[in-house]
């Protein structure tokens, strides 16, 4: 479903690690990674276990991510990273499923970002929903995702992409 190299990779394997045999009920397992300061900073929280630490600033603006081969629009920066097992669905309902939020920056307007996801998504033949405020639709495998989009500073787009796990 999603590709995400170096540090964003190292997250997701240790949350994979630490769920392993987790039952529903026992906590959330949760990984932040925000570039909002010099370094990244990654938080990491099971239960049992909290954990923080910082992370070079160049591991979090350039991820290399992709929805059934639907890259980041060309040029965006990642600014933050959210992993959660047993995380919300694109609508806060709680879900007993990994959740993914990864926002981004595109220095393009909303309408450009838009029209190039949806051209994206025609060419790979997956079926979207248009909103007012993003993109929807379900991954090969069965998975929701969720592409909102809102104006940014000067002309930009500021974009959160929500991943959602398909049913068990």
């Known amino acids: ?3 995400i190299h170096a540090a964003l990779l190292i ?9 392993c045999g987790k039952s529903s009920g026992d ?8 570039s909002a300061a010099a370094a990244g ?10 954990a923080k630490m910082r992370v070079p600033t160049g591991i979090m ?10 890259k980041l629009y060309p040029g965006s920066k990642v600014s933050t990273f959210n992993l959660n097992v047993d995380g919300s669905d694109t609508r806060g309902q ?25 051209a994206q998504f025609a060419a790979r ?3 979207i929903t248009q909103s007012a405020t993003g993109i929807s639709g379900k ?29 068990k």
Not at 11 to 19: C, E, F, N, S, Y
Not at 41 to 49: E, L
Not at 96 to 106: L, P
Request: charged share 20%; net charge negative; no cysteine.
């Open 1 to 3: 479903m999603a590709r």
């Open 11 to 19: 997250a997701v394997d240790m949350t994979a690690l630490v769920a």
């Open 27 to 34: 906590g959330t397992v949760a990984i932040d990674m925000n």
């Open 41 to 50: 900073n990654v938080a990491i929280s099971v239960p049992g276990f909290d």
């Open 61 to 70: 603006g350039h991820g290399d991510f992709d929805i059934d081969g639907v």
């Open 94 to 118: 709680k879900v007993d499923r990994s959740v993914i939020k990864m926002g981004f920056g595109a220095s393009a307007d909303v309408s450009s970002v838009t029209s190039w996801y949806k």
């Open 125 to 127: 033949s997956l079926n």
């Open 139 to 167: 991954t090969r495998d069965g998975g929701d995702f969720l592409i909102a989009l809102a104006p940014g500073a000067s002309g930009t787009t500021n974009g959160m992409i929500t991943l959602i796990d398909a049913e």
